[in-house]
């Protein structure tokens, strides 16, 4: 696990690099880069693959493939000043659909072409299908994430709910059956032990239910007040 945390150091470093720059670039450009951004529509950003492939072509290092400034440094740029606004993530998500179609028929297109190719290497990473796949299997996962992502946390919450409230209940059952079939109870000792589980139940999804509304309210204040990313001050 330690070689994997080395292997990827060089992505913190380029983060860093790119984090300093933009301390640079928001000093000269002076919110004006950051209010275009906000009116970018969903043609402009699929159209931006171009501009992703044309990154892959330079500030690449010639010995150290992983090291690819170009593409790394626009995706990092357009994601603080394009991205990162909720208005442009409102128009992504209403296109969810045929942005997630088109990133599996790209994704089927470059499986098959590329198939068996050193797809780490540059002559496969600086062709024009893969940095249009790439692209646009990352704006179709956000797009879809943007649409789905509060569902997806509901049915984990609802799962956990539902695991929470059986949960006591089969547990007051099993000691029931050990007790009839270790001690010698009567079966009678499986009436008792039902009511006492599904008391248990209900009381431990009372409280996730209080938990869950409470967690819920904590998060409609910080929306109200919260000074988030893509808001500059």
């Not at 380029?14 to 043609?43: C, Q, T, Y």
């Not at 299908?129 to 609802?158: E, H, P, Q, R």
């Not at 139940?201 to 309210?217: D, E, I, M, N, R």
Request: proline share 3%; charged share 15%; net charge positive.
């Amino acid at each position: 696990l330690g070689d994997v945390y080395k292997r990827q150091l060089w992505y913190i470093q380029m983060l860093w690099i790119f984090s300093v720059l933009l301390i640079w670039v928001r000093r000269v450009e002076k919110d004006r880069l950051w209010k275009l951004g906000e009116k970018a529509n969903v043609p402009f950003l699929v159209l931006f693959a171009i501009v992703i492939w044309g990154a892959a072509q330079i500030l690449n290092t010639p010995m150290v493939v992983v090291y690819r400034f170009g593409i790394y440094g626009a995706g990092f740029f357009v994601g603080y000043f394009v991205l990162s606004h909720d208005e442009v993530m409102d128009r992504l998500e209403k296109c969810w659909l045929p942005l997630a179609v088109c990133a599996v028929i790209l994704e089927a297109a470059f499986t098959v072409l590329y198939w068996g190719r050193p797809y780490a290497e540059h002559s496969v990473l600086d062709t024009p299908l893969c940095s249009l796949f790439a692209w646009i299997a990352v704006i179709a996962a956000l797009a879809f994430m943007k649409k789905w992502g509060d569902i997806i946390k509901n049915m984990t919450l609802l799962s956990q709910f539902s695991l929470s409230f059986i949960t006591p209940l089969l547990l007051c059952l099993l000691i029931c059956w050990w007790m009839s079939t270790s001690l010698g109870i009567g079966e009678w000792i499986f009436i008792p032990g039902f009511f006492f589980g599904l008391g248990g139940s209900f009381t431990v999804a009372y409280k996730l239910y209080l938990s869950v509304t409470g967690h819920q309210k904590k998060e409609k204040e910080k929306k109200k007040n919260k000074v988030s990313f893509n808001r500059h001050h």
